[in-house]
């Protein structure tokens, strides 16, 4: 099975308000870069969508070292809190409304595909990958303010 490393970061600007992603692809030492924004969304929105858009680009079953600073996303999946808020029809533990609930069903399937591990860093500090995608995102997110 092939192994790629995928790095992802969502970034928004007013919170909610213009909102950019990005995500590097590395296999076998290449690279792909991917990104794409929206004018009005939220920065979770971002991170979700930049994990599902690098996990909808492999085109097989992949095992994969997927690495984020984004909490809610690597602990929403490895502590199995979004698979609860879709048994619980997409509400949290205190019954309140689980957010995204539409980009988690696609992520869920999406993650489905493959074999994953999941990597937490700290965002802004000095991870390159990560660095990189923080620009990606902030340069699509830049695209909406006039």
Known sequence: MKH???YTDGSCRCNPGPGGW???L???GIEKELSGGEADTTNNRMEL???IKALQALKET???TLTSDSKYVIDAITNGWAESWKANGWKKADRSKALNP???EILLEEIKRHNITYVWVKGHA???YNERCDKMAQNESGRFIH
């Open 4 to 6: 790629v490393d995928i």
């Open 22 to 24: 990005g995500a590097i």
């Open 26 to 28: 590395v296999y076998n």
């Open 49 to 51: 969508t930049a994990v």
């Open 62 to 64: 992949c095992e994969i």
């Open 102 to 104: 539409d980009l988690w």
């Open 126 to 128: 000095g991870h390159p």
